[in-house]
T-cell receptor
Framework: DTAVSQTPKYLVTQMGNDKSIKCEQNLGHDTMYWYKQDSKKFLKIMFSYNNKELIINETVPNRFSPKSPDKAHLNLHINSLELGDSAVYFC???????????????FGPGTRLTVL | AQSVTQLGSHVSVSEGALVLLRCNYSSSVPPYLFWYVQYPNQGLQLLLKYTSAATLVKGINGFEAEFKKSETSFHLTKPSAHMSDAAEYFCAVTAGGTSYGKLTFGQGTILTVHP
């Protein structure tokens, strides 16, 4: 009955590989987010989707491509992985973005990506 | 644009002592402010939020925060620390309108509680 789940929890891979992280929420929320937490624990938003539509796209290398097949899922695909991509990636969801920015965001447990 | 500064990357208190974690924000529009807690190897959990209603906001686990516009602050307090409060705390800000819930986080404050 996990609200926001992510797979895998840990991901270790070599430079240059392509990998995906999956996120699912069963809260019925309209909006989902991807955040990156670096080694200094600094959290920064990467992307957001509202009802499968991209609404936030921060300055992120185009090697990162989010995909939302439906409003309950938001996946993150990363091409040509680099050492600097090592971080913890968090998925989050909220009832709605836009005019409801005061809504709480519910976070997943995170995916720790290590690029060797 | 919004930004958040958390003063003190580490705060250490004794069990039973007052907890005070400082957060100052910058926002060109009226902000919405949040405090999240992160326990080791877990995601973030909302403690409390300010959304332009009461300036003193009460949250879970006995925490509260006061919004002070004149000081652009949203400090987090708890009268009596418990060992289970040891975690990392993040202050965050967002604006309404077209921000789509984009949260801007501070750099975090690690709270250590000594017996």
């Amino acid at each position: 009955d996990t609200a926001v789940s992510q797979t895998p929890k840990y991901l270790v891979t070599q430079m240059g590989n392509d990998k995906s992280i999956k996120c699912e929420q069963n809260l019925g929320h309209d909006t989902m987010y991807w955040y990156k937490q670096d080694s200094k624990k600094f959290l920064k938003i990467m992307f957001s989707y509202n009802n499968k539509e991209l609404i936030i796209n921060e300055t992120v290398p185009n090697r990162f491509s989010p995909k939302s097949p439906d409003k309950a899922h938001l996946n993150l695909h990363i091409n040509s992985l680099e050492l600097g991509d090592s971080a913890v990636y968090f998925c989050a969801s909220s009832p709605a973005g836009g005019l409801s920015s005061y809504n709480e965001q519910f976070f997943g447990p995170g995916t720790r990506l290590t690029v060797l | 644009a919004q930004s958040v500064t958390q003063l003190g990357s580490h705060v250490s208190v004794s069990e039973g002592a007052l907890v005070l974690l400082r957060c100052n924000y910058s926002s060109s529009v009226p902000p919405y402010l949040f405090w999240y807690v992160q326990y080791p190897n877990q995601g973030l959990q909302l403690l409390l939020k300010y959304t332009s209603a009461a300036t003193l906001v009460k949250g879970i686990n006995g925490f509260e925060a006061e919004f002070k516009k004149s000081e652009t602050s949203f400090h987090l307090t708890k009268p009596s620390a418990h060992m289970s409060d040891a975690a990392e705390y993040f202050c965050a800000v967002t604006a309404g309108g077209t921000s789509y819930g984009k949260l801007t986080f501070g750099q975090g404050t690690i709270l250590t509680v000594h017996p």
